[in-house]
């Protein structure tokens, strides 16, 4: 049974896939024997889903190279908060502990004017 171009060109896509009923796929074979626009059609398709596979192959590189980017930047943050933190503390305690003020003199300064008096 011949079937016509576009019957055959509608099937293509389910029989490079093999996913079409072996009624439809033995009749897309005897299409294909007697129609070389037809298997050039099915070339195209073949050649277009090996450029959708490394399309594919593109784009999960790309999303593991973003991620690997999102992990390094967010270390980057908490070690930059930790630092900020740490400086902070830093501050503090060295305000807390009497640290002199301008103008004043330490208390071991003044001992040492007293004995140099």
Known sequence: MKIPCGLAEDLLPLYL????SPDSA???QA???HCPACRQRLASLRQGGREEEEELQALQKARADWQRGRRRARWKGVLTALV????GACALWYVWQGAPVKGEVPEG???????WE
């Not at 896939?17 to 079409?20: A, F, I, K, S």
């Not at 900020?84 to 400086?87: A, D, E, I, N």
């Not at 300064?109 to 004995?115: I, L």
Request: net charge negative.
């Open 26 to 28: 033995a009749l897309v």
């Open 17 to 20: 896939d093999q996913v079409c």
């Open 109 to 115: 300064a003044r001992y040492v004017e007293e004995v």
């Open 84 to 87: 900020v933190v740490f400086l």
């Open 31 to 33: 299409h294909l024997h």
